[in-house]
């Protein structure tokens, strides 16, 4: 069976500080990967997705910039960050032969001070 | 412009009652994916269900029901007998066949919250 980790699970960091979230999936290949944000409220922000090793996408422009360095890894990055990138982070994965459902990980709570 | 719209921001029912989340989405491709997702307060998403558009037949799960009405283009999802372990925000997401990315669009999310 498949499963997704994330890492850490909370980080508290002060502004202008790197940043560095990583996502992992076990069990499958080749999978589309995505990053969300969701902030204060419920809404959930697509952020970067990815179809392969090193090919990332991004929705919208900010702070943030991810990478794949291997088919199952997927990680997320800032050089400095601000108060406005705290928020919550999801990463999920999609089988390439499945109707678009996307399976979450635990996600990582990020707060800036 | 929003593609899944839930208007409910937020439902408060007692334990056993009903609740119907709605779900209303807008799309021009003849081929498209619905879902549920629930977030309970620990924060992961965890998928509920997929309707593909060719197939309307509603769906039951337990205490979970959904309605997927073409129609009126909504997919609604009703919860039996409500429970406190229930409590979580609930998400309704559209995927388009011609996003061949598989994204997802996801409504704002309706937190329902259910009292003993």
């Known amino acids: 069976s498949q499963t997704i980790h994330q890492w850490p699970a909370t980080l508290v960091q002060p502004v202008g500080s790197p940043l560095s979230l990583e996502c992992t999936v076990e069990?499958?290949?080749?999978?589309?990967l995505y990053w969300y944000r969701q902030a204060a409220g419920r809404g959930l922000q697509l952020l970067f997705y990815?179809?392969?090793?090193?090919?990332i996408s991004s929705e919208v422009p900010q702070n943030l910039s991810a990478s794949r360095p291997q088919d199952r890894q997927f990680i997320l990055s800032s050089k400095k960050l601000l108060l406005s990138d705290s928020g919550f982070y999801l990463c999920a994965w999609r089988a390439l032969s499945s109707y678009n459902e996307q399976f979450f990980g635990p996600g990582t709570r990020l707060t800036v001070l | 412009a929003q593609k899944v719209t839930q208007a409910q921001t937020e439902i408060s029912v007692v334990e056993k009652e009903d609740v119907t989340l709605d779900c209303v989405y807008e799309?021009?491709?003849?081929?498209?994916?619905l879902f549920w997702y629930k977030q309970p307060p620990s924060g992961e998403l965890v998928f509920l269900i997929r309707r593909n558009s060719f197939d309307e037949q509603n769906e039951i799960s337990g205490r979970y029901s959904w309605n997927f009405q073409k129609s009126t283009s909504s997919f609604n999802f009703t919860i039996t007998a409500s429970q406190v372990v229930d409590s979580a925000v609930y998400f309704c997401a559209l995927s388009e066949q011609s996003d061949s990315w598989g994204k997802l669009q996801f409504g704002a999310g309706t937190q329902v919250v259910v009292t003993p």
């Open positions: 069990g499958t290949s080749n999978p589309n």
């Open positions: 990815s179809v392969g090793i090193g090919q």
């Open positions: 799309t021009r491709d003849t081929t498209y994916y």
